[in-house]
């Protein structure tokens, strides 16, 4: 069975740090891109970061690039988010995502397939 999970997540106060984690088990993904997306309550679900299967190329959203970066370890399986300089909107639940087509760009990672895997999201609340 293949799971992603998402940790780190918690209560910070603005303009400072987290770093949140998404592990995955049940297959290994080192050769597909990966990415966090989040949701904050009443929104919709926004792409955030991507990278591409060996971490030679990132993808960002305008509104995190220069404040978040995105990094992975495919020895253990897993994706970071580094989130530094956090403001009151970035509060939101973060989701993990992993598409299943080897090699796919970072890019192509910025728009949800159907057969992308998710994670179940962890909290990330911004107080100012």
């Known amino acids: 069975q293949v799971q992603l999970v998402e940790s780190g997540g918690g209560l910070v106060q603005a303009g400072g740090s987290l770093r949140i984690s998404c592990a995955a088990s049940?297959?290994?993904?080192?050769?597909?891109?990966m990415g966090w997306f989040r949701q904050a309550p009443g929104k919709e679900r926004e792409f955030v970061a991507a990278?591409?299967?060996?971490?030679?190329?990132?993808y960002y959203a305008d509104s995190v690039k220069g404040r978040f970066t995105i990094s992975r370890d495919n020895a253990k399986n897993t994706i970071y988010l580094q989130m530094n300089s956090l403001k009151p909107e970035d509060t939101a639940v973060y989701y993990c995502?992993?598409?299943?087509?080897?090699?796919?760009?970072?890019?192509?990672?910025?728009?949800?397939?159907?057969?992308?895997?998710w994670g179940q999201g962890t909290q990330v609340t911004v107080s100012s």
């Open positions: 049940g297959r290994t993904f080192s050769s597909c891109p």
């Open positions: 995502a992993a598409r299943t087509t080897p090699f796919s760009t970072a890019q192509a990672m910025g728009v949800p397939k159907e057969n992308d895997y």
């Open positions: 990278i591409s299967w060996r971490g030679s190329s990132t």
